[in-house]
């Protein structure tokens, strides 16, 4: 079955502090590859998406994320977070014939002002 | 564009109650997902719709839980009766394919259940 993990489940950085969190999942086909952001009380919103093309894609807020193939990975980065992206980051993928997402279970990250 | 609208945003009931909750999707969408997210972890799928067909509703607990999309457009959810374990927040989401290429999976506010 298909799966994605998200091996930081919570992650306390300062202020200007630079962002890394990882994303692995387990599909060999071809895969879309998606990170949403959850503010506290807020919906779901989408920051980054990678189709094709170039991996390293950029989002919105100053936020990358990178599409390594060979390591079935796509970790998102920020060099200088602020208190603003305190929230709970999902990774997710679309795979298969079905238009199927999947979604990791999320990265809580507070940035300490 | 208009987004994902549900409602109603927030929902308290006692067990053994009942609750329906509604959903519209981005106008076009043909897939429409119901997913559940409980505090603390990711959205679970519960039922997934392509135009007024089901194709995915295996976490969908049938016994309690029922979902329609007549016409191919909106989408109830209900849950009848609920359990203490059903409080949660239901994510109503659609994906359509970008006038560049791939489907992306836009999200409602949310419908907030509170059992008591």
């Known amino acids: 079955a298909q799966s994605v993990s998200q091996h930081n489940h919570h992650v306390i950085l300062s202020e200007a502090a630079s962002l890394e969190l990882g994303c692995n999942y387990s599909y060999g086909g071809t895969v879309n590859l998606f990170w949403y952001v959850q503010y506290p009380g807020q919906h779901l919103q989408l920051l980054l998406k990678?189709?094709?093309?170039?991996?390293l894609v950029k989002g919105i807020k100053g936020f990358e994320a990178e599409f390594i193939k060979s390591k079935f990975s796509f970790n998102l980065r920020k060099p200088s977070v602020q208190w603003s992206d305190t929230a709970e980051y999902f990774c997710a993928v679309n795979a298969g014939n079905f238009n199927k997402f999947y979604f990791g279970s999320g990265t809580k990250l507070n940035v300490k002002p | 564009e208009a987004g994902v609208a549900q409602s109603p945003r927030y929902k308290i009931i006692e067990k053994r109650q009942s609750v329906a909750f509604w959903c519209n999707p981005i106008s076009g969408h043909a897939t429409l997902y119901w997913y559940q997210q409980i505090l603390g972890q990711g959205p679970k799928l519960l039922i997934q719709f392509q135009n007024n067909g089901v194709v995915d509703d295996s976490q969908l607990p049938k016994d309690r839980f029922s979902a329609e999309r007549l016409k191919g457009v909106d989408s109830t959810l209900k849950i009848q009766p609920a359990k203490l374990e059903d409080s949660a927040v239901y994510l109503c989401?659609?994906?359509?394919?970008?006038?560049?290429?791939?489907?992306?999976?836009?999200f409602g506010e949310g419908s907030w259940l509170t059992v008591v």
């Open positions: 989401a659609s994906s359509g394919r970008d006038r560049l290429s791939g489907n992306t999976i836009y």
């Open positions: 990678y189709f094709s093309g170039d991996p």
